[in-house]
């Protein structure tokens, strides 16, 4: 058998490695963590695309900070929520290049609605990338506006009760209503069909800049293990239970 | 009668055992090891490399890009 | 060709704006600066020069659209009035941390809180000390005349651009709203993406193969390595010190009494020393421009053979605690301001003068 798999493993063999537009850095993600799928996707596009020196990256605040180690692309790191504001100004004044912002759920849909909402009504001609996973993972498991009904965190221990802890917000629906999105979806990355549906989506959403007709957004729902405290398997079964029930999967708007 | 053969490779200092390689793998080729790397994880591997067909699921879902897929096709007696 | 023309200070910003190749403009109205944006959107800089002008959704958008802009290495700039410049005090942190060069204007007028839309200087503390969190500065020019609010636009982006900091103009409703002559330097040309790229090797163009990607960002969690940066920063900061102070002194040779002021105070105190000369007090003014970095060395020479310095602020004492640490004792320093929206006559300055240094 070690003899038929050196065999195998030849170069003209070869059926899927590394993106090269991933640095070798080790994530500091904890391990089973969504944010590492959605990296390795956006490195894939970015790679296949070929636009690599020609591509401007916004992060945000929250575990994904440290993106910049991870994606071998310029990159800029804004203040929590305001990556939109960023990507609208890389956007307008380097009109040649593809920008996009990459923000989870408490950046994108809590101290950054704002600048979410306006930049997506301008229509600024970039991706934005959604990690919703309901809970604020670097600062420890606190509410995120996306935590479900019922839902446990460490600043709604008890379960989020919409009477006193307000409810949680659909963002996704929101900014498919606005005139300036030219593409709206959700998907996930727990299994390898819905791996394969989100690079799909973050490729199409990257092909519509070409057009220069508005702002491409794709929420992925997503795990956060350390702070559902759950193994990655389970948060996989737990989010396909409950978070897809409330946070749908599939395209809302194509236009 | 053709057959796809295939084989992955673990880059075991950057795979953190998440498992979530062993669960999407269709034939049940992966298994975490025993033994840990030198961050304490119990790494993936091919623990029954004969069921592989290099389907590469197993790497579409690995957050750590730590798995490289290589398939061959294989004419059976 | 330089033009002469007759315009609000306001106005003057927008036209110098687009005349020394600004890229980008984003902004959000406020009383008593809208003019700025109003005027460039008039004048359609898109068209001549490709300046990108762009109404925000707040000022916090403002400034951090300036993020984005300079971190791309382009000439970006906004203008607000206090209460939107506290909005954007975040965003100047973590720009002076990335060291991103950019220009903010701030048209003061009195605060604090909603305050009033009358001119004031009460926003000199934010301005000069930091004003949002973490150890930095920002290099802050102050005009005392439409003619300067023209001028120190370019100025204040090749200074941005030197030292890669954040420049503001600090000015006030009172230079912001009254016309003045003002000669308009002619159109120079934008930077194109390629000069760009050449000239700010740390700017986000895209990572070509021959170069190692760019990281624009103020995080390290290294205390270390923090610290380091900060020494880097503090450096910075000693090099401006040393090199950028600017002020105008007017009648100090023989001053026994001198008058510290700056922008419209400092209009208000000339007239007030022409007052006093005329009763026989031989004083003097000097006007920082250049509000950080502080002439305090200056003040230090002046301080051995002066009598007493007053501050004239339209506040409720500020610069006055920087005067007082520069000449550190060795002379009497009193403040007078009027505050609120309230502009002082040259009499109440003089009066002011009378009473607190000499005692008549």
């Known amino acids: ?255 | 009668m053709a057959k796809m053969i295939g084989a992955i490779e673990v880059d075991i200092e950057t795979c953190k055992g998440c498992s979530l390689c062993v669960e999407a793998c269709p034939t049940n080729v992966i298994a975490l090891a025993e033994e840990v790397n030198g961050k304490g994880y119990n790494y993936a591997y091919m623990a029954n490399p004969e069921a592989c067909n290099g389907c590469t699921n197993c790497a579409q879902v690995c957050p750590d890009s730590c798995i490289t897929v290589y398939r061959k096709k294989v004419e059976m007696a | ?360």
Not at chain 1, 3 to 25: A, C, G, R
Not at chain 1, 28 to 51: D, F, Q, T
Not at chain 1, 236 to 243: P, Q, Y
Not at chain 3, 258 to 273: D, E, K, T, W
Request: with cysteine.
């Open chain 3, 1 to 360: 060709m330089s033009e002469l023309r007759l315009m609000k200070g306001n106005e003057a910003i927008a036209e110098a704006a687009i005349r020394c190749g600004t890229d980008g403009y984003f902004g959000y109205p406020i009383t008593p600066q809208s003019e700025v944006m109003e005027r460039l959107m008039e004048l359609r800089p898109w068209e001549s020069t490709g300046m990108v002008v762009l109404q925000a959704e707040s000022e916090v958008a403002s400034i951090n659209m300036l993020y984005g802009g300079a971190g791309c290495g382009k000439r970006v700039m906004t203008s607000s009035s206090s209460p939107g410049i506290s909005l954007m005090q975040e965003g100047l942190s973590y720009m002076a941390g990335a060291e991103l060069p950019c220009l903010v204007v701030n048209v003061v007028r009195g605060g604090p809180g909603l305050g009033t839309i009358q001119p004031s200087q009460s926003d000199y503390f934010q301005s000069v000390k930091g004003g949002g969190h973490g150890d930095y500065k920002l290099i802050v020019l102050a005009p005392a005349s439409v003619q300067e609010m023209a001028d120190f636009v370019e100025l204040s982006f090749d200074l941005a651009f030197k030292y890669r900091n954040p420049a503001m103009i600090l000015s006030d409703g009172m230079i912001g709203q009254m016309m003045e002559k003002v000669e308009l330097k002619p159109q120079q040309k934008r930077w194109t993406d390629e000069e760009v790229a050449q000239m700010h090797s740390w700017a986000t163009t895209g990572k070509t193969a021959d170069r190692d990607r760019n990281i624009i960002t103020s995080v390290e969690l290294d205390s270390e390595a923090h610290e380091q940066f900060n020494n880097r920063l503090q450096a910075k900061y000693r090099e401006i010190e040393e090199h950028e102070v600017r002020f105008e002194e007017i009648d100090t040779d023989d001053a026994d009494y001198l008058i510290v002021a700056y922008g419209s105070s400092a209009r208000i105190s000339s007239a007030a020393i022409e007052i006093l000369r005329e009763k026989g007090l031989k004083v003097g003014l000097l006007r920082p421009i250049t509000l950080w970095p502080f002439p305090t060395s200056r003040l230090q020479e002046l301080s051995g053979k002066l009598k007493g310095i007053l501050s004239v602020e339209m506040s409720s004492g500020q610069m006055v605690e920087d005067i007082r640490l520069a000449v550190n004792g060795k002379v009497k320093v009193e403040h007078f301001g009027r505050y609120g929206g309230v502009v002082p006559s040259p009499d109440e300055v003089a009066d002011a003068l009378e009473q607190k240094l000499i005692g008549g």
């Open chain 1, 1 to 255: 058998m070690a003899e038929l798999l050196e065999d195998i493993k030849k170069p003209e063999n070869l059926v899927h490695k590394k993106s090269s537009v991933l640095t070798d850095n080790v994530m500091h993600y904890c391990p089973g963590c969504s944010h590492g799928v959605v990296h390795k996707l956006i490195a894939e596009v970015i790679e296949e695309m070929g636009i690599q020196d020609k591509t401007v990256g916004v992060a945000p605040v929250g575990c994904s900070v440290f993106i910049y180690n991870y994606l071998d692309i310029d990159w800029q790191e804004a203040a929590h929520g305001r990556a939109p504001a960023l990507g609208t100004a890389i956007s307008r004044l380097r009109p040649d290049r593809f920008v996009f912002t990459y923000q989870g759920d408490g950046d994108l849909a809590a101290i950054g609605t704002a600048e979410t909402i306006h930049a997506c009504n301008r229509g600024e001609n970039m991706v934005m990338i959604f990690i919703n996973n309901g809970i604020y993972g670097m600062t420890g498991g606190q509410m995120a506006p996306t935590t479900l009904e019922g839902m446990k965190a460490s600043t709604c221990p008890f379960g989020r009760d919409p009477k006193t802890d307000g409810n949680p917000l659909k963002m996704t629906e929101i900014v498919a209503q606005l005139p300036g999105t030219n593409f709206v979806t959700r998907q996930a990355v727990h299994t390898a069909a819905a791996v394969r549906r989100t690079k799909k989506a973050i490729r199409k959403a990257f092909e519509k800049q070409k057009e220069k007709t508005g702002t491409s957004f794709v929420e992925v729902v997503s795990t956060c293990n350390s702070g559902w405290k759950m193994n990655p398997v389970d948060s996989n079964k737990w989010m396909e239970e409950n978070m897809f029930p409330f946070y749908p999967l599939g395209d809302i708007k194509d236009v």
